[in-house]
């Protein structure tokens, strides 16, 4: 299977800070990479798919980038209701995993 | 609107199986796979496998083969999994972006059911 590790495991932002998560894959995975959202209690919401796209309804200080094994989420200025954990998925293989998750918390 | 419906909360003891269903609606059930998703409490998504709706076709992560069934009647727009849980789970089904025969780039989980909270306990 295809290893997906994210980091860092959690970080503290404060409203308006840039903050970056990477993915890396244990072998290419070209652009086959989504991000996830989720919030407690929720199912997870789709805010990027292939590396770098946006999904319709998602705001645009989400942004995706990377191709082969490494790739970042970056939001520009973080939000309120952007405190939550993001998971990154790849579909490259007809098996999927998931990384284990970046908790956002407010500082 | 595309929806995703799951069946509700069940409490199973160790050992015994159980079937979860996700009745779709919103759009042409054939024309997209269900994937199924585990998250055990406070941890992480782990994705289990999907079902192409219009074939039957399955495809299982390895840590699930033999453990799970996944199954789907059109008739009804709705996929079940059959599982014997080891341990509690919220469980969500969900659908891909593009349809079967789209772009492989759209593989990506878009609309997701509510989740079922399955508790193990004896």
């Known amino acids: 299977d295809i290893q997906m590790t994210q980091s860092p495991s959690s970080l503290s932002a404060s409203v308006g800070d840039r903050v970056t998560i990477t993915c890396r894959a244990s072998?290419?995975?070209?652009?086959?990479l989504n991000w996830y959202q989720q919030k407690p209690g929720k199912a997870p919401k789709l805010l990027i798919y292939?590396?770098?796209t946006l999904q319709g309804g998602v705001p645009s200080r989400f942004r995706g980038s990377g191709s082969g094994t490494t790739f970042t989420l970056t939001i520009s200025s973080v939000q309120p209701e952007d405190f939550a954990t993001y998971y990154c998925?790849?579909?490259?293989?007809?098996?999927?995993?998931f990384g284990q998750g970046t908790k956002v918390e407010i500082k | 609107q595309v929806q995703l419906v799951q069946s509700g909360a069940e409490v199973k003891k160790p050992g015994s199986s159980l079937t979860v269903s996700c009745m779709a609606s919103?759009?042409?059930?054939?024309?997209?796979?269900i994937h199924w998703v585990r998250q055990a409490p406070g941890q992480g998504l782990e994705w289990m496998g999907w079902?192409?709706?219009?074939?039957g076709a399955t495809n299982y992560a390895q840590k699930f083969q033999g453990r799970i069934t996944m199954t789907s009647d059109t008739s009804i727009s709705t996929a079940y999994m059959e599982l014997r849980p080891d341990d509690t789970a919220v469980y969500y089904c969900?659908?891909?972006?593009?349809?079967?025969?789209?772009?492989?780039?759209?593989?990506?989980?878009?609309?997701w059911g509510q989740g079922t909270l399955v508790t193990v306990s004896s």
């Open positions: 969900a659908r891909e972006v593009v349809r079967i025969s789209g772009s492989p780039l759209g593989k990506a989980l878009l609309y």
């Open positions: 919103g759009y042409t059930f054939t024309a997209y796979y």
């Open positions: 079902i192409n709706p219009n074939t």
């Open positions: 072998q290419t995975i070209t652009t086959y």
């Open positions: 292939a590396a770098s």
């Open positions: 998925q790849q579909s490259y293989s007809t098996l999927w995993t």
